[in-house]
Every structure is written in structure tokens, then in C-alpha cells.
Nanobody
Framework: QVRLVESGGGLVQAGGSLRLSCAASGRTLSSYAMGWFRQAPGKEREFVAAIKWSGTSTAYADSVKGRFTISRVNAENTVYLQMNSLKPEDTAVYFC???????????????????WGQGTQVTVSS
């Protein structure tokens, strides 16, 4: 069993930055692909970014490409999402998730991620 805990959310003005962290316990994350998803009020959860177990491959939603960066430090059992140039439409609850499958390309579908955190709120004011 993998337990994931997100942190780093908060309130920020448009154009600002936040760095989300996802810390794992229970098992090492080094063999899992990791993803970030988000869910805005009244909307379905959507894919944001994913990273290969080795960190050598990443994938991003078009809406965040060039602004967000996913990274991982397996020795720390932690995954990060650096969010720059934030927009009000980035406001959502952000979730990290773990995928045991070594898929190529990286999965963008939430059904393929087995473990989920509880989420952290990101609010971007205009």
C-alpha cells in the first residue's frame, strides 16, 4: 500500500508561482510512474502532468505546458510540481497519484493510477 500526501497549495495572485509536493510512505515510489491531476469546482478531474519512474520522461497537458514542471527525487520518495505563471483557471484541488504500470507513453488516464492523495487546494486570484 502506498500513502500519498500532497502539500504546498495555497492562495496566489495571477502570474505567481507555487511548488506542490507529494510525499509517499508505505512503499518506495522509485518503481512507480507518478502523475498530477486537478479538479476545479463543477468540473471533472483532469490530467496535469506525469513522470516516468526513472524521471527520464515527462508528459504535460497542453494547458500547462511551458508553465508547469514535474520532477521527482526517488531518494526522498517525493514528487514535485513547480507551477509558474499561474492563471485563475489553474484554480483547483491538485492530486498526486501513483501508477504501478511501466507504460509508454505515460498514462494520462486517472483509471490507470492505483494510489491517490487527498489533494491540496490551489487558488489563483486575478
Amino acid at each position: 500500500q502506498v500513502r500519498l500526501v500532497e502539500s504546498g497549495g495555497g492562495l496566489v495572485q495571477a502570474g505567481g508561482s507555487l511548488r506542490l509536493s507529494c510525499a509517499a510512505s508505505g512503499r518506495t515510489l522509485s518503481s512507480y510512474a507518478m502523475g498530477w491531476f486537478r479538479q476545479a469546482p463543477g468540473k471533472e478531474r483532469e490530467f496535469v502532468a506525469a513522470i516516468k519512474w526513472s524521471g527520464t520522461s515527462t508528459a504535460y497537458a497542453d494547458s500547462v505546458k511551458g508553465r508547469f514542471t514535474i520532477s521527482r527525487v526517488n531518494a526522498e520518495n517525493t514528487v514535485y510540481l513547480q507551477m509558474n505563471s499561474l492563471k485563475p483557471e489553474d484554480t483547483a484541488v491538485y492530486f498526486c497519484a501513483a501508477d504501478r504500470g511501466r507504460r509508454s507513453p505515460l498514462s494520462r488516464g486517472e483509471n490507470e493510477y492505483e494510489y491517490w492523495g487527498q489533494g491540496t487546494q490551489v487558488t489563483v486570484s486575478s
